[in-house]
């Protein structure tokens, strides 16, 4: 038999029509199809920054600075749902947040939680960005939009946003919008995102291994302050080398591992990694995850416990970060099924009649901290 170069008893091409498909033979052969994805630079002229929201990010991230710096006392207060799946819940939770906001600022620097992307242990939905469509249809190009779109609606009530930065890609679709950004349990101690990290305009949260341990995270702190450079890729879509300043407002926060790290013994033993690191010792707690055992409504009393600590005057812990939406509990994402509004389809979130004492706790709390310079 004469030698084709397409030989068809051994392509394995799919995918659209509009694809660019895999004709290779010893390179991305487990690729499927190739799609266009649209740059960021295209994204960012259709839907640009208008000076207010320049002004409500930039004043966010100045103030979050000022708290890790020790020249505000105020606490940073993270909250809002585990992930965002439809624009009018998030649009109608920011609406009843602001006001919240507002009216505790002297004591509390609110940021909606407006996660777009979901690390999974093994699969599941990726997040609002990767499958917008909740049906795995992968509309990327979709879901960087819609994103967009939320997280300007958000900023232009007002109210600043707050994300994990998971995706290494995606952060120049949506970083100019948001004021203070994490990287997860699962990623802290990636070398990438410490160095993407480093890049960030906005202060970073890292959060403890999911084992618990505090030194990954003390790690990344340092890793994240140093100047780094690596591959990426530009608003104009281009591959490019970047070179970073280093981001001098990293901090811990403290989810949990085989046990709850919040209270006051767990503060202390993560302030002393954070010493013997030469850092800060200012931590974040996170409320949900394992410091509530996965239990949402546990949430409220890793607060609680978390305001008496702020009352007895405890200064290093800086924020908290609280999963909460318009109704408390969690939804499976099932086909054919319809959705119930304003409760999540990822982790279980107290409702936002449990969210108004809680903020309203730790308020006062920071109030009664005050009394005891």
């Known amino acids: 038999m004469p030698h084709t170069i397409d030989d068809p008893r051994h392509d394995r091409e799919a995918g659209a029509k509009d694809a660019t498909l895999d004709t290779t033979r010893i390179d991305d052969t487990r690729i499927a199809a190739v799609r266009a994805l649209v740059s960021p630079a295209v994204l960012l002229e259709e839907q640009p920054v208008t000076p207010a929201i320049e002004a409500v990010v930039e004043t966010t991230r100045n103030a979050i600075s000022a708290v890790l710096q020790g020249r505000d006392d105020r606490l940073v207060a993270v909250v809002g749902p585990c992930s965002i799946h439809d624009h009018a819940q998030a649009m109608h939770y920011a609406r009843q947040l602001l006001p919240m906001a507002d009216a505790l600022a002297g004591e509390l620097i609110v940021v909606m939680r407006v996660y777009f992307e979901k690390p999974r242990t093994t699969v599941g939905w990726k997040g609002y960005i990767n499958d917008p469509r909740l049906d795995g249809s992968f509309r990327i190009n979709e879901g960087l939009r819609l994103a967009r779109e939320l997280l300007l609606e958000i900023n232009a009530l007002g109210l600043p946003a707050g994300t994990e930065f998971l995706d290494l890609l995606s952060p120049q679709y949506v970083s100019d919008l948001i004021a203070w950004g994490a990287i997860g349990a699962r990623t802290t101690e990636s070398q990438s995102h410490r160095q993407l990290a480093s890049g960030l305009s906005c202060p970073v949260g890292f959060k403890n291994g999911t084992d618990g341990g505090m030194q990954v995270a003390a790690d990344a702190i340092v890793s994240a302050a140093a100047p780094h450079s690596f591959m990426g890729m530009t608003k104009m879509g281009v591959a490019a080398i970047f070179e970073t300043r280093g981001n001098a407002d990293g901090h811990v926060i403290l989810r949990g591992g085989k046990q709850p790290n919040y209270d006051a013994s767990h503060v202390e033993a993560a302030c002393a990694v954070l010493r013997k690191a030469g850092l800060r010792e200012q ?91």
């Not at 509530?292 to 800086?318: T, Y």
């Not at 994402?333 to 309203?360: E, F, H, N």
């Open 283 to 373: 931590v974040m707690v996170d409320c949900s995850h394992a410091n509530s055992a996965k239990q949402h409504r546990r949430q409220i009393e890793v607060a609680a416990n978390v305001a008496a600590q702020l009352a007895a005057g405890e200064r290093r812990i800086i924020g908290v970060m609280v999963e909460s939406h318009l109704h408390e509990g969690r939804q499976d994402l099932l086909p054919g099924v319809d959705l119930q509004p304003g409760v999540s389809i990822t982790d279980a979130c107290i409702g936002w009649d449990d969210t108004v004492p809680l903020l309203k706790q730790l308020a006062q709390a920071v109030k009664a901290r005050r009394t005891r310079a």
